[in-house]
């Protein structure tokens, strides 16, 4: 199977080399740029199957490199990276359809589940999703779902229901979806079944013992018998999602300013403001343990087939 191909464009020769030799490390095939009019020029050349760039740069900056890919080739996933206290400029950047931004300097981690996160929406695109036959007319559909609390099995379970629900709809909404759908299970595995706090999780981060944390709490009540329920309605206008959990619930009030661009640069915390920025509505009910977002259509569909 070919490599991947990541185009790299920084103006930074140290970062090039340091995170191009990760990329290689990881199996990518790496093409860098020094600006992003060479990486302009480079993605037409080279056409990668996707893009990591850096905000400031000479020339021609990444929010322009950005919104040109985005024009030529919206199903191209990119990635940005920012500076400390570039908060306004990584709201413009998931705004004009990144998928996903990391902060200088560069952590592995943080590489990495960006990386997975450009992977799964590359391979959401590229994959043709099952076609019903032409005798079948949809006018409503609902999907309903149960899941355990295996964090490692979200990303192929939400990949899977955009595959099936957005059939026949422009596939970078899916895309934009993606993420969003990601973040709300994932708070729901760890802070609503599992019980964890935003200080647990700190701590934990801070130890590198996160992953084994959340083991022990599934293996123990009653955070083993919990469960994540997903429910997707769509009609001619629009796609709704709904996410329950088992847990106790929280404040939903109490949550970082979706408005304040500081709190999209905390080292986590961020996925319910990363989530709103892909949606046109989140709502929570009350006790705080469904999250309900919705998607409009650009278009009405007349055939949900």
């Known amino acids: 199977m070919a490599k991947a191909k990541i185009l790299l464009v920084d103006d930074e020769a140290l970062v090039r080399e340091e995170l191009g030799g990760l990329l290689d490390d990881e199996g990518f095939e790496v093409i860098t740029g020094r600006d992003g009019a060479e990486g302009l020029t480079l993605f037409h050349d080279e056409r990668p199957d996707m893009v990591i760039t850096d905000v400031r740069m000479p020339r ?19 990635t940005v990276i ?20 990391i902060k200088k300097p560069v952590r592995f981690d943080d590489l990495i589940a960006a990386l997975s996160r ?11 999703p099952p076609r019903l036959p032409s005798s079948a007319r949809l006018r409503e559909h609902c999907w309903v779902y149960e899941l355990d609390n295996e964090r490692g099995a979200i ?3 939400v990949d899977a229901v955009l595959d099936t629900c957005f059939n026949g709809i422009d596939r970078t909404l899916a895309m934009e979806l993606s993420l969003a759908l990601r973040e709300l299970i994932l708070n729901a595995v760890e802070h609503g079944n599992l019980g964890l706090t935003y200080e647990e999780k700190t701590h934990a981060l801070e130890e590198g013992r996160l992953e084994q944390l959340l083991e022990d709490r599934r293996q123990k009540a009653p955070y083993q018998d919990r469960r994540v ?18 847990g106790e619930g929280f404040d939903w009030r109490a949550l970082p300013d979706p408005m304040d661009p500081s709190n999209l640069l905390a080292d986590h915390g961020r996925g319910v403001l990363l989530a709103r920025m892909s949606v046109d509505e989140l709502s929570y009910n009350e006790p705080g343990t469904r999250v309900t977002v919705v998607k409009r259509f650009d278009q009405p569909t007349d055939d949900m087939s």
Do not use: K
């Not at 450009?118 to 590229?126: E, F, G, P, T």
């Open 155 to 157: 990303p192929n379970f």
């Open 82 to 101: 920012t500076g400390h206290g570039n908060e306004t400029t990584a709201i413009q950047a998931l705004r004009a359809g990144v998928i996903d931004f």
């Open 118 to 128: 450009m992977q799964a929406a590359l391979q959401l695109v590229r994959n043709e």
């Open 229 to 246: 329920g997903v429910v997707v309605r769509r009609d001619r206008e629009q796609l709704t999602f709904e996410v329950q959990d088992d």
């Open 60 to 78: 021609v900056d990444g929010l322009s490199l950005v919104a040109q890919i985005r024009q030529e080739s919206p199903t191209t996933p990119v």
